[in-house]
């Protein structure tokens, strides 16, 4: 495995994680629930955390494939600029959490006001994040050997 492969399998927990927080958060808005808020927060603390290994692996990945053909310098200039808000929206969901589950743990009575905060915040992410997956994915990945459409007609 190289940084490339990393980077590829690193970046799906933040997309993946954010759209379960969101689901466990919505469910624990429906049901009142605050041991499924501090859940759904708990997994919004871990995709923060998450996050910075996904956006640290970019720049040794990019070394990996920059030299290779068909790979376009623009598509990973933009791939990685969008990676940057898509670190800053999820660090600011990974920070809202952890003080959410704090201050949860001082009253009760706020856990509408943070889970609607945090639900605010998690849809940005979750934008952002699947913006940059979407730029990441106009980048030709053959470094880690999978096939791409061009290969999938030689077998027909």
């Not at 996050?51 to 791939?79: D, K, M």
């Amino acid at each position: 495995m190289n940084w490339a492969h990393a980077h590829l399998i690193l970046n799906h927990i933040p997309i993946l994680g954010i759209i379960f927080g969101l689901a466990l958060i919505l469910v624990a808005v429906f049901k009142k629930s605050d041991e499924l808020l501090r859940a759904s927060l708990g997994t919004f603390v871990v995709v923060g955390v998450m996050s910075i290994a996904t956006y640290l692996t970019g720049e040794p990945a990019e070394e990996v494939v920059e030299h290779l053909a068909g790979i376009s310098e623009a598509n990973i200039e933009r791939h990685e600029e969008s990676a940057l808000w898509a670190l800053v929206a999820t660090q600011a969901l990974g920070i809202y959490s952890l003080i959410g589950l704090f201050v949860l743990r001082k009253s009760r009575d706020v856990s509408r006001q943070v889970a609607t905060v945090c639900i605010g915040i998690a849809l940005l992410a979750v934008g952002a994040v699947g913006w940059t997956a979407h730029l990441g994915r106009q980048i030709h990945h053959a470094e880690i050997g999978s096939a791409g459409p061009a290969d999938a007609h030689e077998h027909d």
